[in-house]
């Protein structure tokens, strides 16, 4: 088992990565302290593991909610839905929510955990590639709003994140690849070691090998904990863990939420923002070509759909977190390894890149497959 | 002007308290310090007082969201309201959210302001005398839960507090008594002074007489954020602001919210922690006819209404969030001017208390006129 902590004085707390760990009664009952646990999960994943978390906490007061599957359901109704559960079985502030699912599930019973009286312990249990590399650590916690994704939240750090790589086995294929969007983000934005080891182990990740896991989670996780570590609110830095998401957002916005996964959206935003970055001179034709090409061998779309008009996505794009004075910030790349936050770049470029279909001047022409 | 600062280090904040003060356009100018400012009030309060701040801030883009008035409206719904009208205007994450208004108002507006884009600035203008001495100091923000008051929230500190005392001349005579159950409420639990001075004074402050009033929200606001300094999370001391709020959150709930005003609901409150502190002995039956006549001079009620059965009152009080391990854990007086968080009464007692219209033994009866 592998411990990587995230380093934030009192509200710091232990990321646990290893083979079996829902199974390990005794961990899980030091990562929640509480008596009382609510559980929270969705209908994918709570038939396959929370029968062997309940088992875990049988001395406890353990309570679950299931949600329906999706980015649809991230929603302030699903925020109810935890707080009657909460209400209804006479859970107290020193109660403990456990979010045992993805990205969706962490985010929303993160908020919940955030909201209940005020705040709670949390505990993220993530079952999905994209929420043990990215979602689950960190604190981000939130809830879509019609008008834009993540716009209600919290910051709320969990107590302790267990990342058990089984449960990687029986994510489905679309899911998997997803996830591998935000792990090759790592490498782009602050990691160019790891990008070149991506580029050499890919095959194995996408075979699911235990050591190409075991590496792509634990080097993903050491990088988003360092940058939590130096800015939790996300004041400086932590911006540039945004890079892809400007664009990702956008289209996710666009299409309707759950129609592309976080992670595919995500992996077209990289390459959008690779295509920015090139037409700008920050990196050359041929990194761009790399980007691309692994974003494409991790079966993952390198392009906004053709749906999504550049209107469309601009317009999107406006209610961006990280906008100031009306100006669309984003996260560009200036090699690989190295991103900054800008936005001094001309407009004509981003409209460019926004043209569904229209390959950059001076770039290899790129169109991932939509997903299924 | 009077100026008391709340000690919060890098989240401390002024309360500004004076006559006028909503027309002073550089002190507003001041207390708002962004470009994008969204003005949050409702349909009593707006049409009395919005028009002045949109005067002051016309060089800014300010926004206003008018909610209806009343605590029935203290909902998820109403921030997801504020939400959208955020959304709508593009507001980024540099902007302020005002509230111009009451509890109601500043609670749901200041929970917004807490999960908009994950926290933006907050400033309130609170136009009751129950929020400019209790609930626009201290950063608590909250919507209800049909199951529970103020289930659902945060801890947001604003960046300043303008209480202009002349908005107190204008509000009706029922609003205007149920904020005085907050302010004998800070002579009950730690100011025996101020209590002395409530009973010599009161015929002055129901007057609306200014000097009077002036000192009442200023003592107030000190004993506040004094209190709210030294234990911002409520970890310790702070629980003891919740005196007779057990009481009245179980009584709001169970009439149904916005039935008696919260104020109402805590003087009844006051009155039943009075009569179990009595019939544990803590305090002479004389202190308790003391403080049940000040409540009744008020013009304020003295016993939980008629409809409200002990069962349900009892159901009520244990969703409350200072409970442990199942506990209905009570803020009672020791004496007037001190007072304890308590789990160690006999049950019977509380029963006793939460028998509708039932005098305590050894005690004067006591029963406030029912609300309006």
Redesign the interface.
Known sequence: MIRIDVELGARGYPIFIGQGLLADHSLLGRAVKT?QVMLVTNERVGPLYAGAIETAFQDRQLCRVTLPDGEAYKT?DS??LI??AL??N?F???CTVVALGGGVVGDVAGFAA??????VSFVQLPTTLLAQVDSAVGG?T?VN?P??KN?????HQPVAVVADLATLTTLDEREFRAGLAEVIKYGLLRDREFFDWLESNLDSLLAREVGALTHAVRRSCENKASVVGADE?ESGERALLNLGHTFGHAIENVLGYGVWLHGEAVAAGLCMAAQISTLLGNIAPTTHDRIVQLVERAGLPTAAPEAASASALLAAM??D??????RIRLVLLDAIGHASLREDYPHAALLEVLQPGAPPSGVATASGPPPA
Request: proline fraction near 0%; glycine fraction near 16%.
């Open positions: 008596q302030l925020l109810s707080m009657t209400l209804q006479r107290e502030r020193g955030a909201c209940y009286q005020r705040g981000k939130a709003h008008l834009g716009m209600i939240g919290a910051f609110q406006s209610v977190k990280k906008n100031r004075g009306g």
